[in-house]
């Protein structure tokens, strides 16, 4: 499967804390992106990075990109209890026209 | 609120029917993108149009097909269904073909019994 795995797999932080996930890939990307998903709910786009880029921020969030390793990592600062929700990393192909989702990690951040 | 609106929410049918669902793009995007979420496969890739053709093929099975009309609403067709078809149905859309961010839809929930 080219399908990203992400790591942990599930995440339980006090509020104020950092989380960091992370997630692998297989193959040569045009851009990654990365999703949360409330629970039973439509996923909601956060940040794209594309694969010329090393890092990238936007808020509380800082995407950094390694394609040397076919990996990226999501943190999350001073996590509040709203954030509780599963992170997915996407990858899209080259072509632009194949979507990989990774396997998710489950983030529950304790207030 | 995404923009992107799917019916029906819940659908509960037999083994061996065939369902439609349907989704409509925000206002002017022109790729649709369906996917499939089940507990055990994860969020997986079905296909994806834009402007009416079909631009690219995940992991769909052959028992399903899906289009997109001239208004870009687009339906997923279901058919002999069987228990692990059973899933959340995502649709998406973004604006362009290719790589730009996707914004989804709340999703119909498929069970089969």
């Known amino acids: 499967s080219q399908q990203g795995e992400e790591d942990p797999q599930a995440l339980s932080i006090q509020e104020g804390e950092n989380a960091t996930m992370n997630c692998s890939y297989k193959?040569?990307?045009?851009?990654l992106q990365w999703y949360r998903q409330n629970s039973g709910r439509g996923l909601v786009h956060l940040i794209l990075?594309?694969?010329?880029?090393r890092e990238k921020h936007s808020g509380r969030l800082r995407v950094t990109l390694d394609t040397s390793k076919k990996s990226s990592s999501l943190l999350i600062t001073a996590s509040r209890a709203a954030d509780t929700a599963s992170y997915f990393c996407a990858t899209v192909s080259r072509t632009g026209n194949q979507f990989y989702f990774g396997t998710g990690t489950s983030l529950t951040v304790i207030p | 609120d995404s923009g992107v609106t799917q019916t029906p929410k819940h659908l509960i049918t037999a083994t061996g029917q065939r369902v439609t669902l349907r989704c409509s793009p925000r206002?002017?995007?022109?790729?649709v993108y369906w996917y499939q979420q089940s507990l055990d496969q994860g969020l997986q890739f079905l296909i994806q149009y834009y402007n009416g053709e079909e631009r690219a093929k995940g992991n769909i099975l052959e028992r399903f097909s899906a289009q997109q009309f001239p208004d870009l609403h687009s339906e997923l067709n279901l058919s002999s269904l069987e228990l692990g078809d059973s899933a959340l149905y995502f649709c998406a859309s973004s604006i362009l073909l290719g790589s730009n961010e996707q914004f989804f839809g709340p999703g119909t929930r498929l069970t089969v019994l």
């Open positions: 206002s002017g995007d022109l790729s």
């Open positions: 990075i594309r694969s010329n880029e």
């Open positions: 193959t040569s990307i045009n851009n």
